[in-house]
């Protein structure tokens, strides 16, 4: 009965078109004073002491970082670099494209921040040499959901906060993931465009993007190289990145003022305080479930009815896929992540794996109505219809869900940088 209670009270929230904090705040306040023992200021508490954390100064500090390089020039120095390597190649500025994403994604931990970097810079030059539009903005779209995979991601911050998993063991594991996935979208973008007219090898604009794109591709070797060897943690990594972006972009390139600063230090503030109060709910959510002890109950009735590893996995898959259509990638992780891990737990499936396939699930909810995250971004950015752009990525979605098969089915894919 209290099960119906809650699922029609959330269900009246929705048809109220609330949004998912007033939905989360109801939901968990009404657990907590109907259910538990009945005091709401225990959700108060619960809320203070699950956000006291050290590792959550990494989430705001990421995106900060993010959003000085998205107003400086890194990315513009990264796309350079990477037009002049892969120019000799048939299609080779569409490679560059999902290169530069992936680049980009791997200092920024962000989908959206990806997006609005490249995109503007590389969806002009792509039509302007040829490409097919509906190609350019499925690719963009695709390849900017990278952010959520390639190590830092917030994302997998977390989920490592949420089920008490190693940061640092989850950001291993999303390498080879996140290598595999830009590969498939730069082997499509391959031959896709394997007609289109080639480039010549130019030493010396090779030379020069190297030589301009220099310190920018150094920043993804400081902040993972320091992280996979130990010498930072996933927070003071954030902060090195900060302090790298801002000398970087200031000092060195001089290519952004104060004003810029101040207008990315203002954008990381309203980032952040929409997803505090999100955090906070959904990890006193999970508190009040493992005092009332329903990862056990789930884990239990679960169970019951799979009795094969490879069954859960697909019930796992459609689920992911199904909430990652309707949700934001914050609450889900934090929801989904404490409920699911136990299961898995019992099936034989390392944490740090889970947590992988549970985001690359989830990362397809970026480009599936009705959330689809990177389809309004990009409808914003680009100018486009909302049905043009979701048509784009369909050949895309494809390919991630064979990318999706591939790491949920292939742990040591994840795992073999970390065992």
Request: charged letters at 10%; proline letters at 5%.
């Amino acid at each position: 009965m209290t099960a119906l209670i809650l699922l029609a009270l959330v269900v009246l929230l929705l048809v109220l078109r609330q949004n998912i904090y007033v939905i989360l705040a109801v939901a968990v306040a009404w657990l907590y004073t109907t259910v538990g023992r009945g005091r709401v200021e225990d959700m108060f508490q619960d809320m203070f002491f699950s956000v006291d954390q050290e590792v959550l100064l990494s989430v705001p500090l990421f995106i900060l970082a993010g959003n000085i390089m998205s107003h400086g020039s890194i990315a513009r120095r990264l796309i350079r670099v990477a037009m002049a390597v892969t120019a000799p190649i048939p299609g080779g500025l569409a490679v560059a494209t999902v290169l530069s994403c992936a680049v980009f994604a791997a200092v920024s931990g962000s989908s959206t921040v990806t997006l609005l970097a490249i995109g503007p810079i590389t969806y002009p030059a792509l039509l302007k040499n040829g490409y097919d539009k509906r190609f350019a903005l499925g690719t963009l779209c695709a390849a900017g959901t990278l952010g959520i995979i390639v190590p830092p991601s917030i994302p997998l911050i977390l989920f490592g906060v949420a089920t008490q998993t190693s940061i640092t063991d989850l950001f291993v594991a999303g390498l080879g993931p996140a290598l595999m996935l830009t590969t498939l979208m730069a082997g499509y973008a391959f031959w896709r465009n394997r007609h289109m007219p080639r480039g010549n090898w130019d030493r010396r604009e090779i030379a020069i993007a190297l030589k301009q794109g220099g310190l920018a591709l150094f920043m993804p070797v400081l902040i993972l190289g320091g992280i996979y060897s130990g010498h930072f943690t996933a927070t003071e990594s954030a902060a090195i990145a900060v302090v790298y972006a801002i000398g970087v972009e200031m000092v060195v390139h001089r290519d952004m003022n104060l004003a810029d600063l101040r207008g990315a230090f203002v954008q990381t503030l309203l980032l952040a305080g929409a997803l505090l109060p999100v955090l906070a709910l959904a990890m006193s959510l999970n508190i009040f479930m493992t005092l009332e002890r329903v990862p056990q109950d789930i884990v239990a009735w679960v169970s019951g009815m799979i009795d094969s590893k490879y069954t859960f996995i697909l019930f796992v898959s459609l689920l992911m896929l199904a909430v990652g259509t309707v949700m934001e990638i914050t609450p889900a992780v934090l929801i989904m992540g404490p409920l699911l891990v136990p299961l898995a737990r019992t099936y034989g499936i390392d944490p740090v794996h889970f947590g992988i396939m549970m985001i690359v699930n989830l990362e397809l909810g970026y480009l599936t109505p009705p959330m689809g995250l990177n389809l309004f971004v990009a409808m914003t950015a680009f100018r486009e219809p909302f049905g043009t752009v979701f048509r784009s990525v369909l050949p895309m979605l494809a390919l991630m869900l064979v990318g999706l098969a591939i790491v949920s089915l292939v742990p040591q894919l994840s795992l073999f940088l970390v065992r």
